[in-house]
Nanobody, 117 residues
Framework: QVQLVESGGGLVQAGGSLRLSCVDF????????MTWFRQASGKEREFVAA???????HYADSVKGRFTISRDNAKRTVYLQMNSLKFEDTAVYYC???????????WGRGTQVTVSS
C-alpha cells in the first residue's frame, strides 16, 4: 500500500506560486529517487520533475525554469516549488518513488492545483 501523501495544492491566479509537499509515511528514510507527475482532466498522467538520491534533477520541458524539485530526507519529504504558474499547469499532482517512473505502480490521492487565467 502506497503511503505517499501529497499536499499544498489550491487555487491560484496565473503568474502565482504554490509549493507542493509529498511525505513518505511508508519508509524510515527517503534514500531513493522521487518523481512528481500530474494529470489534467481528460489527459494522461505526465512526468513533471524528478530528483535523485544525490539531488540530480530533471524536468519536463513545459516546467523547466519555473518549477523546482527538492528533498528533505530527514523529513521524508519531497517538494515542488511552482512559480509563474500557467492555466495549463492545472492538474492533480502526484508523487512517486522512482526515477521518472512509479516503482510502486500505485498512486496516492494527489493534490489538486487549479490555475485561473
Amino acid at each position: 500500500q502506497v503511503q505517499l501523501v501529497e499536499s499544498g495544492g489550491g487555487l491560484v491566479q496565473a503568474g502565482g506560486s504554490l509549493r507542493l509537499s509529498c511525505v513518505d509515511f511508508g519508509r524510515r528514510d527517503l534514500l531513493y529517487a522521487m518523481t512528481w507527475f500530474r494529470q489534467a482532466s481528460g489527459k494522461e498522467r505526465e512526468f513533471v520533475a524528478a530528483i535523485s538520491v544525490r539531488d540530480f534533477t530533471h524536468y519536463a520541458d513545459s516546467v523547466k525554469g519555473r518549477f523546482t524539485i527538492s528533498r528533505d530526507n530527514a523529513k521524508r519529504t519531497v517538494y515542488l516549488q511552482m512559480n509563474s504558474l500557467k492555466f495549463e499547469d492545472t492538474a492533480v499532482y502526484y508523487c512517486a518513488r522512482g526515477w521518472i517512473t512509479n516503482e510502486d505502480n500505485s498512486w496516492g490521492r494527489g493534490t489538486q492545483v487549479t490555475v485561473s487565467s
